[in-house]
């Protein structure tokens, strides 16, 4: 009951100050953001005590290594905040941007009028990173935001709250555009998801299990993503040298993103020499290979070698790993896609024309792509400036998300006296 | 049981067909849309049987008058359902169209092309037109869709469906692109709302009771507005003969739609003009004020007079009432409003520059408008040449719904070979 009711609290508390956030102008919320990478520098000292508190506590509880590594906020790390917090003040500001304004036979004009969403509910894991570009985002687009991040961060993240909130106030905004939740109560997570009166949408930073868990629970509309089972098809027509660039960047140049390759098709006209060429590029990284009959067949002496399963074609490894499979045309590759892909983002790699307009119409993922690597999926890539996630799914944002995933629009009409015949 | 796995089935065949429809082009969809038009002229004769075989149950289950009214099928109104398939047919085609187009430093291009949503359901009441203009904007959007509707027109919707499905397979379609349920049993929408897998969207088309009773049961997104609680807000800097106007239009031009004012705001400065104006109109139409005290006083001798309660700010009457507050300022209208209002439509009338763009900015509903009639909310109206429902949610559509409503985004990036570095 203490919980909810001091949860109940931060959301009427940000339903107030939403309403201020979205009338805001651009160089105020611009100077909110400058003033808390200047107070963010200015207090490294306290942030590295804070931070190193929690990582003493979280060694004590015996904390995987990976997990303390992104529990860690070195120097760098804090610089890169502040740096972070004057990209998004560089950025264009998408709030009250009307377009579309057209003159409609009655006399009145239409248009379509950019708005914030409101309260936005990020939940996160142990990244303290994340609660500074989180408030970043949502203080530019307008909106107000609950953040709670893991527990095991809480000192860090409670210093930098203090400096968010320093930062508002210097620029004349309501410190409470930005609360993090101070209670590592777990039950805090389960009243943010459902508090749909102060909430309006939520967007959850994680891994797949805290994902799984949100999306049986909450009852608030989600931008999220659960995984990224992305594929790259090498066509019959494929230019083999940029394929074996694109495949082997796609599954190498980093393991633990969602937008790492996880499946690889080629057709089998090309399969020999693709796969031998490529065979030689995971051999030096030792990347197991789960292949298919026919890909097994080829690679038969590629040291790291196994039998898919149809369990592989589901898997997001994560990891050294890639399943294989030879498809006989484009059909096949775009059926196997759109049966296993998490519908983040496939690429196909081809020379021909015909073959890449069908792939991008046909492949039924938020992002589909032609002879470049699916690594390239990331809001900085595409230009969105940055990005507070991913969607995979179909309704509002989709794709990474910027700072316009964060809004809505409102229809504008401007009229002179007209009245409806 | 048996009605889980019908639903199944035709969610399943839904699910297949949404495949098809997205590929189709927009000659084959055009195509499909004229040929329906061409069989509902055909068969006058047999949509009248069937609709009165509707009626004569309807009237012996005693159904209320209104409602009989919304079941009859006249000729005018098939001609109506005829002429609408082929104003969808001449809408240009949304799906495919690739905007935003941009050279990134990497070398990719990226940019965004428009999808079909995929599986649309539809649930609606007793008018068997919706099943035309629905099934209409589905084909033509790429979409496949299940509708449902109110059981007391299921013959008359059993032969629109056998037209449709005649229509589609003509153009080379798949038939089960628009699947009508085919029985009357209640547990057939509470299936649709909830076999995520097959279905990506619900459009609710009916009353509050129907809206409210969904909104609690479905897990799937819906498109959908509760009621229509709209202001008119007439400002101190009004025309008060445009104010006149507008007011008297936004109520009494017709009742019972969503767009009409339920709820009139005076600035104190204008209040005795405006009021005393508008009273001789309202007067003719017998439209019942239900007044808070200041306007009470300026309006005691109109003889349809009433005090406002508390909940008179809360009601959508859909009936020749109107609640009537008089408000110190552009400010206090804009708190009551942003209180109030369901988010629907809400017009200020002014003639000043700096209370316009502040109204239009600060009021957070999905159409905010200078000077012209709530009335104007509307799909066809705001030149979407169609209209498949309003939304009042900030997620994914808002305000009145078209074409564009019923598809997503992807990303598309074309590349050159390039990888991420």
Excluded at 56 to 83: C, F, H, V, Y
Excluded at 270 to 299: G, M
Excluded at 359 to 383: I, K, P, W
Excluded at 393 to 419: C, F, M, N, Q, W
Aim: glycine share 6%; charged share 25%; proline share 3%.
């Amino acid at each position: 009951m203490e919980i909810k009711s001091y949860m109940a609290r931060i959301g009427q508390q940000a339903r107030e100050a939403s309403a201020r956030m979205a009338k805001a102008d651009t160089a105020t919320k611009n100077r909110a953001l400058m003033f808390i990478a200047e107070a963010i520098r200015r207090d490294v000292a306290l942030l590295r005590t804070a931070n190193r508190k929690d990582l003493d506590i979280a060694q004590d509880n015996g904390l995987e290594p990976s997990l303390l590594d992104r529990l860690t906020l070195s120097d760098k790390a804090i610089e890169t905040m502040a740096t972070g917090l004057e990209q998004i003040a560089s950025l264009s500001d998408p709030i009250g941007e009307i377009t579309n304004l057209r003159l409609r036979p009655s006399g009145i004009q239409v248009g379509q009028m950019r708005v914030p969403l409101g309260v936005i509910g990020i939940i996160y894991e142990a990244r303290p990173n994340v609660t500074v570009d989180a408030a970043g985002l949502c203080i530019k687009s307008g909106n107000a935001t609950i953040l709670r991040g893991g527990s095991e961060a809480i000192n860090c993240n409670q210093v930098l709250a203090s400096l968010v909130k320093e930062g508002l106030k210097k620029a004349g905004l309501p410190e409470q555009a930005v609360q993090v939740v101070e209670t590592t109560d777990r039950a805090a997570v389960g009243e943010l998801i459902t508090m749909s009166e102060y909430v309006d949408v939520i967007v959850p930073r994680g891994g797949k299990g805290l994902i799984e868990r949100l999306m049986r629970e909450s009852t608030i509309p989600m931008i999220k993503h659960l995984d990224g089972i992305c594929h790259v098809y090498i066509d019959d027509c494929a230019d083999l040298e940029k394929a074996v660039e694109i495949a082997f960047n796609a599954k190498c140049q980093r393991y633990g993103t969602c937008n790492t390759m996880e499946t690889l098709l080629v057709s089998k006209n090309v399969a020999l020499e693709a796969l031998s060429l490529l065979a030689r590029r995971y051999h030096d990284e030792e990347v197991e290979l789960r292949c298919d009959e026919k890909a097994y067949q080829i690679l038969f002496e590629y040291p790291y070698l196994a039998r898919a399963t149809e369990a592989d074609w589901e898997t997001e490894y994560l990891a050294p790993i890639l399943a294989v499979r030879v498809v006989n045309n484009l059909d096949e590759a775009i059926t196997h896609i759109n049966r296993y892909s998490s519908k983040h983002t496939d690429a196909i790699i081809t020379e021909n024309y015909s073959h890449a307009l069908r792939f991008l119409r046909e492949v039924d993922s938020s992002s589909v792509m032609v002879n470049a690597s699916t690594r390239f999926a990331d809001g900085f890539e595409y230009g969105l400036g940055a990005e507070i996630g991913i969607s995979n799914d179909k309704l509002h944002a989709r794709g990474p998300v910027g700072l316009e995933g964060l809004t809505s629009l409102k229809y504008v009409v401007l009229g002179h006296g007209e009245i409806r015949k």
